[in-house]
């Protein structure tokens, strides 16, 4: 990184550090894009002039010991702080009605297949129970914001893009974490503490998975 990307980083983790989380973007809340555009980005970040900067941070966080990833806030990328891992771990592995109610056939049938091996890689599925790519990426859409499965995107021999696709079980192992799990319900009250307290601070409207707009 450059030595300006060095400085937006350190912002970014302190902003991590302090909420505990941080939305990739977002025009209200604290974002890491914002954080490194020095305004709000509106739209993808990809094409704005601080995109390269903004993933370059964003590649060295999603690196981070004790940082995760997950679609939460909004159905948006969330980096979690690791203070915050027993609350994100209670949630998705409860499998509450709010997760599993309507799924499609292709996400539960998805879904009971992790749960069964543990590990799924996306380029391997591409004739999944004979359903379309674009259903199999919709299902994982779903799974990914519903909290019910853990993602991480890879790139393919061949340089094409796939997802890796675990349980949470199969995560906290492969990273180490062993830490007791508190009640779903007070994960959850975890995460709409905080995101009370941003939505006030910031006059955000953000929602969680499980409930809408919260203030």
């Not at 977002?26 to 604290?30: A, F, G, I």
């Not at 992790?114 to 543990?118: A, N, R």
């Not at 995101?195 to 006030?200: A, K, R």
């Given at each position: ?5 060095m400085?937006?980083?350190q ?5 991590v550090?302090?909420?505990?989380l941080?939305?990739?973007t ?5 974002s ?5 555009a ?6 993808s970040?990809?094409?704005?002039a ?6 370059h941070?964003?590649?060295e ?6 940082v ?6 909004a ?7 690791r ?8 949630i998705g592995?409860?499998q ?10 292709i996400?539960?049938?998805?879904l009971?297949r ?5 590990v ?5 599925l591409?004739?999944?129970e ?6 199999l990426?919709?299902?994982i859409?779903t799974?990914e ?5 853990y ?5 393919t021999?061949?340089?094409a893009?796939?997802?890796v696709?675990e ?10 974490f062993?830490?007791?799990?508190p ?11 905080i ?6 601070e910031?006059a955000?409207q ?9 203030r």
């Open positions: 990184m450059t030595p300006q990307e400085i937006a980083y912002e970014v983790w302190q902003t550090e302090h909420f505990g941080l939305l990739e977002d025009t209200q809340l604290p890491l894009a914002s954080i490194v020095g305004v709000p980005v509106r739209g970040w990809w094409g704005h601080h995109g390269h900067a903004i993933y941070v964003a590649a966080l999603y690196e981070h010991p004790n995760v990833v997950v679609k939460l806030i159905g948006k990328l969330t980096y979690i702080h203070r915050l891992w027993p609350a994100l771990l209670s592995t409860a509450e009605p709010w997760q599993l109610h309507d799924l499609s056939d996400a539960r049938t998805l009971d992790v749960s069964k091996e543990h799924l890689r996306t380029d391997h591409r004739t999944f004979g359903f379309k790519a674009k259903s990426s919709d299902a859409r799974l914001k519903r909290l019910l499965v993602t991480e995107s890879m790139h021999n061949t340089g893009h796939a997802k696709l349980t949470w079980p199969e995560w906290a192992n492969r990273v180490g062993s830490e007791k799990l009640k779903p319900e007070q994960g959850k009250k975890v995460f709409e503490d995101l009370i307290g941003l939505n006030n910031f955000g953000a929602q969680l998975p499980w409930i809408t707009y919260i």
